[in-house]
């Protein structure tokens, strides 16, 4: 058989390292996508002059637009077969990107257990994607729900790894070239940075998007992410939603994009310490946004940085001025779609004068 | 509040200088998502190699990609609380945009006046955009309705501007550097130069082409415009028309590539005197174009370049073979959705032999 | 008149030469847009470092990307009047494209036939698209029905060309420069490479891809094809499908995207032998596709790498596992929209160790 019917459970072992294929020059063409598919309107990926008064040598890609594109790597060997995408964890962007550089990733299977069902299991990677100088451009974990190709395959011994809460402080990659005495928040789009954020405060980001089939197939197709849920309206009729399921990954984009409105000099993440994908999103969707600040951290050896810890919650046809979130009990309000937890670095201090200007 | 409320009539004062958001470093990316965002076919913005035949260094950027990252950076600030867009006028396209250069706007409060009603006032700005050698890329004067946040607050001294009826020929940018003795007629797509065009003369641009939601807010979000009405279809399906609003700019860089079809050589626009949205325009309209030649004028010191001066008028789900326009009451018939007056830069004379080829 | 009303049947001469207007600079933003309407893989146009691996420089542009832009400059002159476009041969890529490459095209016609109703005509021409230093980077024959201006206006000789049933291998261009040494299966997708081929098998691309309106709209803009069909719903809305036609080329570009799975070390497009569109698509349609390989061929000179002939068929709405055909009669099942005859290259051999890693 020459197709590639990806991996089922049982074809996966621990401890398999897998390289991904088709490695992907990342050009100028992806960014203007990515902002005509997004809105996405942070200062640094938009801009090589505000780049450059940050130290960088040009703009360095959206990070986002890198996680999407080294986890398109990684589905056709992972998750063609996956019945569910169940989180993320220990999510660490590395050295930028720049628009000329190409991307290959590889995964480790870290974690087997088959589900009492028989017919599927949950499958545990670390995903790493690295420029053409192997240099980590990003790192995380990323747990799947795969079915078994033979329901009487014998289970593995079931290995379920430890999962860190959260990215330390003293892993956010903080390039020692940034510098941010020359860092302009007018230009950037807020003047509210770092000092002005308050662990527990809540930020409705009022905008919403409405979805539509092309605008998500296009983000899809451009990250080569193959699943075939997000593309095939003939099947997905006979499918469990009737129609195309958007990538979950295209939502985090809007949320961010739309989170813009009120973290405007959130100018990089840093780390995503975990997220869930609550709900299905699907074309006529509207999706809005909200965070609560939960958490502040310093940085070692910075005062001109500082990072937020963030929990953004997406939602569909519901502005998020009432802030839905997960009740006591764990479950979601049924418009919530996203619940992403992670951090942002954010200038602090002085500035060189530029605050308030 | 962390999030931009964006300004409303009373926050706004006369003389006041605002640094626009967001700097936008324009690339080929933008480029290639603008032709295959309107379908634009003028040779200058499609080819390095034409661009070279006429003395620029390579292809710049289509004037109305230019126009629409200038007015986008504007959004936040000037129009978030709109009610409607009134009006261009003494708009100037500048020094060439290249793939590369970074745009940033500033705008100046020219016109204040409230309305009667308390509610609302009319905003006049000039909007300036410059590249990051600080050249003058873009520059004009728009006039918005913006909602008063309290219908209490003091009216301030009303001020309406003197707007000039247009753009002096002697104020039009033709590169010192603009050779035109290559210029191949054959390869723009047109023999028909400055010469052959008669004042009065009407051109009836023939194709039309369909909106689609997808693609108007792809255009609306590339150029970083945030006005709500365009994206969010949860909030408008309760607002005045029940849909998105199309970005009106969108609809003026259609009427430019419908206009290829009988404009073919006017390279460049050198200026828009004025330009109304007469009504608004969905998804699934097909928009339809026509022009009137309405002026001719010689460039100053030029023997090789003339202007033409274009009234270009687009229709919804009418052919503009009847050509529609304004009547003696200067009310438009349903169908029209544009009226812009601008002057167009096109080859002229003898052009080094090329002509008829 | 200054419009272009496109020539009609009588307005085509034997021999004549057409230089087809608006040179097109191909840029890295039209790669991404390629990648973001189609879902393309294969690696050779997706990453600078693979290509470089095989000798490139950096990463030419997807042929078919090439056809297009060429095909779009000839729209304009040879079937803006056209009832069909009836078929392709001896169709030849050349030189490779890289992003900066300008494109121009030219034409000659070599066949006239007017029909027994004297109302269209076939016009065959041989269509030729050179880069910036005059190499040709594709070559093909077309011929299309076209239309009439006038019944009465008196038939030319009918010349019926000569066609070619394939183009020979020893014209499959193959530059010196290419080294298959270094050419890594496992990073290009599959492990099956040329060797592993035999005539006869045939293959089910299984996946498949639903057409939107704006993503053929996008694609075929990108193009600078203005065939009225694909964009225009108020007129096709009263014509023979009542629906805008999707431009055929999207469809052979989706067909070859899909075949990415099962025949992804079919890293470039040598020649198209024949074509045909056999059944119109519209928005909606989801387009599958499967492969038989019809011949297999070593190359003069090289033991690195080996030409496949395929029959790639793509049928909307039917999912290829039964492998949908022309019947004996020559009749195509109805789902059936293309018939594609072409060569592929492919490594073949020991390729440096990297076989089975």
Redesign the interface.
């Known amino acids: 058989m020459?197709?590639?019917p990806g991996n089922f459970f049982e074809d996966l072992k621990l401890g398999q390292v897998i390289?991904h294929?088709?490695?992907?020059?990342l050009?100028?063409?992806?960014?203007?996508?990515y902002?005509?598919?997004?809105?996405s309107?942070?200062?640094l990926p938009?801009?090589?002059?505000?780049a450059q008064s940050l130290g960088y040598a040009r703009?360095p890609l959206d990070d986002l637009l890198v996680f999407h594109m080294v986890f398109g790597r990684t589905v056709?060997d992972i998750s063609l077969n996956a019945v569910a995408n169940l989180g993320y964890a220990d999510c660490r962007f590395g050295a930028p990107v720049f628009?000329?550089d190409?991307l290959?990733a590889t995964s480790i299977v870290i974690g087997l257990k088959e589900n009492s069902n028989k017919e599927t299991g949950v499958v545990t990677v670390r995903s790493t994607g690295v420029n053409?100088w192997d240099e980590t451009v990003l790192d995380y974990i990323r747990w799947v729900m795969v079915r078994k190709r033979d329901k009487a395959a014998p289970a593995p011994e079931a290995v379920t790894p430890d999962l860190p809460a959260e990215v330390g402080v003293q892993d956010f990659n903080v390039p020692a070239s940034l510098d941010l005495d020359d860092y302009d928040p007018?230009?950037?789009?807020?003047p509210?940075i770092w000092d002005?954020?308050a662990v527990g405060?809540r930020?409705?980001?009022?905008?919403?998007?409405?979805l539509?089939?092309?605008?998500h197939?296009?983000?899809?197709?451009?990250y080569?992410n193959?699943a075939?849920v997000h593309?095939?309206?003939?099947?997905e009729a006979k499918g469990r939603f009737g129609r195309?399921l958007i990538y979950g990954g295209h939502i985090i984009s809007l949320a961010r994009a739309l989170s813009f409105?009120?973290?405007?000099n959130a100018f990089r993440i840093a780390a995503i310490h975990g997220g869930r994908h609550v709900n299905p999103s699907f074309a006529?969707d509207?999706i809005?946004a909200w965070s609560e600040v939960t958490g502040k951290s310093e940085l070692p050896g910075r005062g001109d940085v500082g990072a937020l810890r963030l929990r953004t919650i997406a939602a569909k046809?519901h502005?998020c001025t009432d802030f839905p979130k997960a009740g006591g009990d764990g479950k979601y309000p049924e418009p919530v779609v996203l619940d992403l937890d992670y951090s942002v670095l954010m200038p602090r201090g002085r500035l060189g004068g530029h605050r308030g200007r």
């Open positions: 020459k197709t590639n390289r294929a088709v490695p992907r020059t050009t100028a063409g992806d960014v203007a996508l902002i005509g598919l997004t809105g309107r942070f200062a938009s801009s090589d002059s505000f703009a056709a628009p000329g190409t290959s053409q007018t230009l950037a789009g807020s509210h002005d954020y405060e930020i409705d980001h009022v905008d919403g998007m409405t539509e089939e092309s605008d197939m296009t983000a899809t197709r451009l080569q193959n075939k593309f095939n309206q003939h099947s195309r409105n009120g973290l405007a006529g509207t809005y046809d502005p």
